[in-house]
């Protein structure tokens, strides 16, 4: 074999292992962007069959803790443009919290009692969690809390300056 037939066979296993690499990272994009895809319609269609609740789609879901299993409880927070945000304040009958402030404070700590109470083995992984990602809220803000019969509860806050719903689950 020539020198110039070996540099030819070179440059082909070189573009070969490009187009390889390429289609790789295609494919892991792909994989990312249906996954998220997936997980806010997942969120979505839940809020909708548990509590009647159609939201806009938020432009960041950031799962903060899920428990699955017989009481399932779910915290997260899901971050909106200003054109869904002015949509999903007018989906629900949000409440101003003004002068509730402490009775909305003893909702999300009542919340994170329970948590604690029905996982006691992740009592550390709840109080990580409000570390990174408290509820904040101020009187100008919002709230919805709905209840079932069976003690099953939802419970978000608004907060507009932000633009973040802070959402709570749990069911018995």
Known sequence: MRHSEKRATGQKRWILAALILSAAIIILILYGFLTELREQMDRTKSLQANWNIETPKADRYDDVLWFSGRDPTHYYLAVYNEESLAS?????????????????????????????????????????????????????????????????????????????????????
Do not use: C, H
């Open 88 to 172: 999903l304040s007018q989906l629900v009958q949000w409440e101003p919290i003004s002068s509730m402030a402490p009775y909305v404070d003893s909702l999300v700590d009542k919340f994170f009692q329970g948590v604690k109470q029905w996982y006691p083995e992740d009592v550390d992984l709840v109080e990580r969690a409000l570390k990174e990602y408290p509820v904040v809220f101020d009187k100008d803000d919002l709230y919805w809390i709905l209840r079932q019969e069976d003690g099953s509860q939802f419970l978000a806050i608004l907060n507009l300056d932000t633009r973040t719903m802070y959402a709570m689950e749990s069911f018995r």
